[in-house]
């Protein structure tokens, strides 16, 4: 087994360009401003960036509608300033990792302005056409609501074309070789302008076989197995990670039975059972995600824990009855709501600014199995402003500063309007203060950080659900090369008594506590007695400090 896959105890942290820190002053951020924060990312403790799409793009879904595979959005910078910044990533050992939306192009893509234009062009087959408009081209829709139809005529080509997203989104016909050949030739190109790997984006999507004639679309996985040996080919230690909300007994196959197709999955299982224990105080259904997820993978494999990210809070796998419960603690109001499905604020605002349940689930993040990712402003608990529309009310602008539009631009129209006013404006909340504060968000989550590095378990290791006697606690322990820690987690906002065998045969070692004084020894009959007050966790080392020189090598 190799040893040193970075992507098993890293710590990602997720931006967008376009609002992260503006050089030029024009309201858009930029390569250049990024570069400027690097050093803030590294003091944070981040191991690895993961920037959402930046390629030229009309900006009708936030760059998701590429239309050029090979370049820079001249709002962002050239190709040139993502170059230089990759290079002051790779100076401060923070590796890069991009979007790949490889499922779909813009219309306005010169790929589909050719096919639409030529039915004999050599572009036309790189997408999806029909005469006529298929059966069910009202159904599939990934944004119900707000998107009507699946299929939508083009006049110039006068066809159908099919769009899994929205209608000005075409789908790229992914079974066509040559398609498939020109989606390696994009990774190679990032690759060698040094990138680390690629996020890639509605995997599901694009493996689905398309058609007018589909009826029910066929996985062709094989196709993940082609994309990993050739960025594998092209550097040795690049990954893929894959968005793929899918159903637990079809993740190995994402995975691959050898691991040998995507590296890294969304965990969106454990995301959504973990919002609503978070809003019931009931774990019941957390660790039973847990357990679904735990299927034995090749150990090259990870998860990607999160919490919220740059879309809504997707919560289509839970139950009815579960779903409105987390509505009913997190997104209330219908204007909170999203597609039927989710929750579009961000976390401060929807745990109601309370810090002792902000700290809790962030320790949840950083402590559940996999590899934590963390969104831009989460680490000073930026809000939202819902008067925005659809998923831009979660996506302003960084708040940096209580200088105006926050420290982002010298603009006076910022690309989002900054949160200004009220409990979450840059006024009260941006990065600048909470440095000076020891006791602030931002320097408790470096430090949280810093301890989640010195616990590797937690990335390399496997592990067991402790019982607890209690629904509302949840304890898990993490075995790795004779080094163990155990994790605890209130969910409730009353404190809970728990008896906990560490060992499960009541001869439990000493537990200490990493990140306060309350050490626990246990008791008579081998079981500690603890107590977590409303919203408490604890981080455990088993045995003593010296688990270094305990660690064995295999």
């Known amino acids: 087994m190799i040893k040193d896959l970075w992507y098993k105890n890293a710590v990602i942290y997720n931006l967008s360009v376009g609002t992260f820190m503006d050089a030029d002053g ?3 951020g930029d390569f250049q401003g990024l570069q400027r924060r690097l050093d803030y990312l590294q003091g944070l403790g981040v191991t690895c960036l993961w920037l959402g799409p930046f390629q030229p793009s009309p900006m009708r879904d936030h760059g998701y509608d590429v239309a050029d595979f090979y370049n820079v959005d001249p709002r962002y910078g050239t190709l040139g300033d993502f170059v230089e910044f990759s290079h002051a990533c790779k100076q401060r050992g923070i590796r890069v990792i991009i979007d790949l939306v490889v499922n779909h192009t813009s219309d306005q893509h010169p790929w589909f302005q050719a096919a639409r234009k030529d039915p004999k062009s050599p572009y036309r087959d790189w ?3 029909s005469d006529r408009k298929p059966p069910g081209a009202d159904q599939g829709m990934v944004f119900p609501g707000v998107q009507k139809t699946t299929w939508s005529w083009d006049k110039e080509a006068r066809a159908y074309y099919f769009h899994r997203f929205y209608d000005f989104q075409p789908d790229l016909n992914t079974a066509n070789p040559e398609v498939q050949a020109e989606l390696l030739k994009v990774m190679g190109f990032w690759i060698e302008l040094g990138v680390s790997g690629f996020r890639m984006d509605a995997v599901p999507f694009v493996i689905a076989s398309k058609g007018a004639d589909v009826k029910k679309p066929k996985q062709r996985f094989d196709m993940l197995r082609t994309f990993r040996e050739f960025v594998q080919w092209r550097c040795g230690d690049a990954v ?9 007994d079809i993740d190995q196959e994402y995975f691959g039975e050898d691991g040998d197709r995507m590296h890294m999955v969304f965990n969106f299982q454990v995301n959504q059972s973990l919002f609503y224990a978070l809003a019931s105080a009931d774990t019941r259904p957390l660790v039973k995600a847990l357990e679904v997820t735990r ?3 090749p150990e090259s494999n990870q998860w990607g824990l999160f919490l919220r990210n740059h879309d809504e809070l997707d919560l289509g796998r839970l139950t009815e009855a579960q779903r409105k419960r987390v509505f009913d603690a997190f997104g209330p109001d219908k204007d909170m709501q999203l597609y039927g499905r989710g929750i579009r604020r961000r976390l401060a605002p929807m745990l109601n600014g309370d810090r002792r349940w902000m700290e809790l689930a962030y320790s949840l993040l950083f402590t559940l199995p996999g590899t934590p990712v963390l969104r831009y402003g989460d680490e000073i608990g930026m809000g939202d402003d819902l008067s925005l529309p659809e998923r831009d009310g979660a996506r302003t602008p960084m708040q940096w500063s209580d200088e105006p539009q926050g420290g982002f631009t010298k603009s006076d129209k910022p690309v989002l309007p900054v949160i200004s006013g009220g409990a979450y404006g840059y006024e009260r909340i941006n990065a600048a203060h909470q440095r ?4 602030a968000l931002l320097n408790w989550t470096e430090r949280i950080i810093r301890m989640r590095k010195e616990c590797p378990e937690i990335g390399w290791g496997d592990y067991q659900v402790l ?6 606690v949840l304890a898990i322990r993490y075995d790795w090369r004779n080094n163990s820690v155990v994790m605890l987690h209130n969910f409730d906002d009353r404190p809970h008594e728990v008896a906990l065998s560490v060992d499960g045969e009541g001869k ?4 200490v506590n990493l990140l306060a004084e309350d050490h626990t020894d246990p008791e008579e009959d081998g079981k500690h007695r603890l107590v977590l007050e409303g919203y408490g966790y604890r981080w455990y080392r088993v045995g003593g400090l010296d688990y270094l ?3 064995t090598e295999g």
């Open 26 to 28: 024009d309201g858009i």
């Open 127 to 129: 997408y999806v056409w």
């Open 240 to 248: 893929l990670l894959a968005e793929a909300n899918v159903l637990p």
């Open 295 to 297: 299927v034995p993978r």
């Open 436 to 439: 000076r504060e020891p006791a």
């Open 467 to 472: 019982p607890t006697g209690s629904d509302a």
């Open 508 to 511: 439990s070692p000493r537990l």
């Open 549 to 551: 020189l305990r660690r």
